[in-house]
C-alpha cells in the first residue's frame, strides 16, 4: 500500500507546540488548501482546512519560523483519527503527520540571519528531521556549459487550472 500527501498552503493557525513524556516535540497546526478553476466559464476557488502534525525537531523548527499565514509545501501521510466524544457519540477524522516540510516565502518572525530562511530562500531545499540540527554549509553551484539549456521556471501560483495540459 502507498500512502503519501503532498500539500502547498498557508497555515491557519500558529502552531501548538507540545512535548511528549518521551520528550520529544508534537507541534499541531491547520493548513489551507485552494484550487483555482473554471467552471461554465466562471472563475472558482474551493478551499480544504486540513489538520496537520508535525513532530520531533521538525515540530520545533515549524514552531520557531512559522505561524499563522506562512506559506509551507509539506509531505507525509494521511492519517484516521477516531475517538469518542463527550455525549458517547463515536467521532473521526482525517488528518496528515508530516514527514518532510519546505517553507515558502519569507517569514518576518524569521530574521535575516536565520539558517533556516536563508537555506530555503537560497537553495529551496526541504527541511530533513534526520540529519543534523545545523544547517549544511553552503556549496558552489557549478558554472552552466555551452550545451546546458536554461530549465523554464514555473510560477505556481500563478498557473490557472482550466483543463489544460500542466506546464511540467
Not at 5 to 33: F, K, M, P
Not at 118 to 141: A, M
Request: charged share 25%; glycine share 6%; with cysteine.
Amino acid at each position: 500500500m502507498f500512502n503519501k500527501v503532498v500539500l502547498v498552503g498557508n497555515l491557519t493557525r500558529d502552531i501548538e507546540l507540545r512535548y511528549a513524556q518521551s520528550g520529544s516535540a508534537i507541534g499541531a497546526c491547520g493548513i489551507a488548501v485552494t484550487r483555482r478553476f473554471n467552471a461554465n466559464g466562471e472563475r472558482r476557488e474551493e478551499t480544504c482546512f486540513i489538520d496537520i502534525t508535525f513532530y520531533g525537531r521538525t515540530a520545533e523548527v515549524a514552531n520557531q519560523y512559522l505561524s499563522k499565514g506562512s506559506k509551507v509545501l509539506i509531505e507525509g501521510r494521511l492519517r484516521l483519527e477516531q475517538w469518542v466524544d463527550q455525549n458517547g457519540q463515536n467521532r473521526s477524522k482525517h488528518s496528515v503527520q508530516v514527514e518532510n516540510m519546505e517553507m515558502l516565502g519569507s517569514n518576518t518572525n524569521a530574521g535575516a540571519n536565520s539558517p533556516y530562511s536563508q537555506t530555503y530562500n537560497d537553495n529551496h531545499q526541504s527541511f530533513d528531521p534526520y540529519e543534523s540540527q545545523s544547517p549544511k554549509p553552503r556549496t558552489q553551484t557549478p558554472q552552466k556549459t555551452q550545451n546546458q539549456e536554461k530549465i523554464k521556471e514555473i510560477d505556481v501560483d500563478a498557473y490557472d487550472s482550466d483543463d489544460s495540459d500542466l506546464p511540467f
